[in-house]
């Protein structure tokens, strides 16, 4: 690969930035490290700013260095997409970078993507599953499973399902310390919560029609529905969870749902978020197709 043009320049940046210095990015993509510290100090040259702070042991991103970045990876998806459609002229095949949530993608996601392979044997799937949020215009997935109400924003949405709430505790933790027979025993109670932004920090409830919503605590809080589960299964606390991330636990008895009486119903939607437009690659609109088609969540 020719690395002498500025996409070339913004290639090797991306790859430092991921791999975390420049030797590794050097094996990555094959140069030296002498000729990786080359293409970064003419790129800080053009550009007349520091992109990198580099010591012996650490390499990290300036503010310059970080929009640039997030620049230089949207630019790289809209080229290799360019490039993609005039390639597969209408057929599904290439990389297709997908993200979901640990526990969805585990329980959901991973089934359909190996339904998926054995139809568009010439897609290569790239599945990452993690709570955080990536970044699609930056370039950092093709397609992202997101629960949740959306934000505006330029991407395109398309909704392939939903799911319930319910509020799980172990037996043994029951046990121990009782059972809630109303919302606000849970406020004796450990309740673990969700830390991201997003999350509502109050639990909802209804009753004879009238909701409202309660403020719990407790003494740990987490990213993951999946660890959430998990916790509550160990007997940490009670968790107010997605209904699919603990269905088997419910069946098997691992986990007891409560305060039913009180559950408002709501339901979070799921959606499927990409980079529409007449320019989307075929193996993307495929696989946003196939999960609208099988997605049972």
């Known amino acids: 690969m020719d690395f002498n043009g500025k996409s070339g320049e913004m290639e090797v940046f991306a790859c430092v930035a991921q791999e975390g210095s ?9 140069l030296t490290p002498s ?10 040259q053009r550009l007349g700013t520091r992109l990198l702070l580099r010591t012996t042991r650490l390499t990290r991103l300036t503010t310059e260095g970080e929009a640039y970045l997030r620049g230089a990876r949207r630019i790289l998806a809209d080229l290799r997409e360019v490039e993609d459609a005039i390639a597969d002229q209408g057929v599904p095949k290439g990389r297709l970078r997908v993200s979901a949530a640990l526990g969805h993608g585990r329980l959901a996601i991973v089934p359909l993507v190996a339904a998926f392979s054995a139809r568009y044997p010439n897609i290569t799937v790239d599945l990452t599953l993690g709570d955080e949020v990536v ?10 499973i997101r629960f949740g109400h959306l934000p505006d924003s330029p991407l395109t949405a398309r909704r392939i399902g939903e799911t319930g709430q319910v509020v ?3 037996p043994e933790y029951l046990e121990r310390h009782g059972t809630p027979s109303e919302p606000h025993d849970l406020l004796q109670h450990n309740c673990l919560r969700f830390n991201f932004r997003r999350a509502e920090p109050n639990w909802p409830f209804a009753c004879n029609g009238h909701e409202f919503s309660l403020k719990v605590t407790g003494n740990i809080e987490c990213s993951s529905g999946e660890a959430l589960a998990q916790l509550a299964r160990v007997g940490a606390g009670i968790a107010r969870i997605g209904t699919f991330s603990v269905a088997d636990d419910i069946q098997c008895g ?3 749902p409560l305060l039913e009486t009180w559950n408002p119903g709501d339901k979070e939607p799921i959606h499927a978020v990409f980079v529409g437009g007449s320019s989307m690659p075929a193996r993307v609109r495929v696989f946003v197709d196939f999960l609208l088609e099988h997605h049972q969540i």
């Not at 420049?22 to 094959?30: K, M, N, P, T, V």
Request: charged share 15%.
């Open 168 to 170: 799980v505790a172990s």
């Open 22 to 30: 420049l030797s590794a990015a050097a094996r990555a993509l094959g």
């Open 254 to 256: 691992a986990l007891v």
């Open 135 to 144: 970044d699609i215009l930056g370039g950092q997935a093709d397609v992202a």
């Open 35 to 44: 000729a990786v510290s080359r293409i970064i100090a003419r790129t800080e």
